[in-house]
């Protein structure tokens, strides 16, 4: 079946420092591939995405590449801010309107 | 952008005492809504699949009896927790996918979180 494998948090970084986060997956074909943002106490929010292999999603200074042959698409930004702190959720979507999510990785950032 | 409203944002009630959470798409019509619970520091857990007009689809280990999911119009889907129980306190999301999409993602609700006393 689909699972998508994230790093373990909490990731704690100081101001301008740079981030990454890893996230893998296991699927059948080609699924999409997606980076959700949930701050504390709000539902989800959509980050970025990514459809096909290569691709590089982007959005608010965060990047993620779709790679097919590492299976991986993760998460980094040159110079994370306090506002950035929240958990991340990497999820891949295939076919039935699915989106299978992983564990979430918590970031936090220190001034 | 697409908005999907839940309410409450949260809610307190007492054992025995039944819930009823709403996921409203706002400017999209959302042939299918996904409830997800999610505890502390934990990922989401899918609880529901629902399709307007028809009988939700639960996953496996979720009482259906227990968590009442009514879509009864494209823009609107309930989760009625009945006969709640402290262990039934969570936080609770929906999201809600458009008509007319390919590979779109989910629009998600800010969440409801549920304590029983």
């Known amino acids: 079946g689909n699972s998508v494998t994230q790093m373990e948090g909490p990731v704690t970084l100081s101001e301008e420092a740079f981030l990454t986060i890893n996230c893998t997956y296991t699927?059948?074909?080609?699924?999409?591939l997606f980076w959700y943002v949930q701050y504390p106490g709000e539902g989800l929010q959509l980050l970025l995405k990514?459809?096909?292999?290569?691709d590089k999603g982007s959005n608010k200074g965060f990047e993620a590449t779709y790679r097919k042959e590492t299976t991986s698409f993760h998460l980094e930004k040159g110079s994370v801010q306090v506002s950035d702190s929240a958990v991340y959720f990497c999820?891949?979507?295939?076919?039935?309107?699915?989106?299978?999510f992983g564990g979430g990785t918590r970031l936090m950032v220190k001034p | 952008g697409a908005v999907v409203s839940q309410h409450p944002s949260w809610v307190i009630c007492k054992s025995g005492t039944s819930v009823k959470i709403e996921c409203r798409s706002l400017?999209?019509?959302?042939?299918?809504m996904f409830w997800y619970r999610q505890f502390p520091k934990q990922s989401l857990m899918l609880m529901a699949t629902?399709?307007?007009?028809?009988?939700?689809?639960?996953e496996q280990g979720v009482e259906k009896d227990k968590f009442l999911i009514n879509h009864a119009s494209l823009t609107l889907s309930t989760l009625t927790v009945t006969s709640a129980h402290p262990e039934d306190s969570s936080f609770y999301i929906c999201?809600?996918?458009?008509?007319?999409?390919?590979?779109?993602?989910?629009?998600f609700g800010n969440g409801t979180r549920l304590t029983v006393t």
């Open positions: 400017d999209f019509q959302a042939t299918t």
């Open positions: 999820a891949l979507f295939r076919a039935g309107n699915m989106l299978t």
């Open positions: 629902s399709n307007e007009g028809s009988k939700a689809t639960y």
């Open positions: 699927a059948t074909g080609y699924p999409s």
């Open positions: 999201s809600a996918r458009g008509t007319g999409t390919g590979v779109s993602p989910l629009h």
């Open positions: 990514a459809t096909k292999a290569d």
